[in-house]
């Protein structure tokens, strides 16, 4: 999988990329990340990639010139065209059925702004797939990425070192489910019991116990769930 990161702060994404699993899958050529500066397509010697918005109103607005050459930039770079994502509050909220049907594209171009947002005729002229990570306020979208990045690239054949662990992971499967709970040594902790179930080796019980765990996790996070706030943030 190829992924490409537009952004005007390149140096963010320096230690994530090249940590932990993310950067022995990149080493292995499981994936393919590179990261073009949008700031490298403006024009004048400042490189100016913000103004006022029309009508007034506070804060600066990405120019669409910058933006859009600097995608098509981008998408020319190779033969297969990318899926251009933009992460914005007005998209389709981030879940982990978007994130299996992210994965199973070849490459994705993932656009993060800045400042107040996109100039609306960057969206007009490169209609992007449009994602929201969450109704809360970030000051760009390099952090949204980030979450994409991470929980795509953990999908891609290789990158776990047991596939297992993604088919059983919270929201997976067809039910999406939350993960139930899970225990480790040792078996008893400032009084608290590892469940007898655990230590069966039943292996037909234990699988219906984590399974009524499970179920039992994602009811209640259900009936716990704030009601969702307005969409006020840019991502």
């Known amino acids: 999988m190829r992924i490409d990161i537009l952004t005007l702060f390149p140096d963010i994404f320096t230690s994530f990329l090249d940590g932990s699993l993310l950067g022995a899958a990149r080493i292995a050529g499981l994936i393919d990340i590179r990261i073009t500066n949008i700031r490298d397509f403006a024009d004048g010697v400042h490189r100016q990639v913000d103004d006022r918005p029309f009508g007034g109103g506070p804060g600066m607005l990405l ?3 910058p933006v859009v050459d600097c995608v098509e930039s981008v998408q020319q770079s190779d033969p297969l065209p990318g899926h251009l994502l933009m992460l914005t509050p007005g998209g389709r909220r981030l879940d982990q059925q978007l994130v299996e049907e992210l994965a199973a594209k070849d490459r994705l171009v993932l656009l993060c702004g800045r400042y107040e ?3 609306a005729r960057v969206r007009q002229t490169l209609q992007p797939i449009e994602i929201s990570i969450g109704d809360y306020v970030l000051s760009g979208g390099e952090v949204a990425a980030m979450a994409i990045i991470d929980a795509v690239t953990r999908l891609v054949p290789g990158v776990l070192g047991d596939e297992e662990s993604a088919r059983q ?3 997976s ?3 999406r489910l939350v993960e139930g709970p899970q225990y480790t040594r040792p078996r008893e902790f400032r009084g608290l019991q590892v469940p007898e179930v655990l230590l069966s ?3 037909g019980k234990i699988a219906g116990w984590r399974h009524q765990q499970a179920v039992d996790a994602t009811r209640r996070r259900s009936t716990t769930e704030l009601t969702p706030a307005t ?4 991502q």
Do not use: A
């Open 63 to 65: 120019m669409p010139g």
């Open 117 to 119: 947002g996109f100039d």
């Open 169 to 171: 992971d919270s929201f």
């Open 173 to 175: 499967g067809p039910e």
């Open 201 to 203: 080796g039943d292996h």
């Open 231 to 234: 969409v006020v943030t840019f």
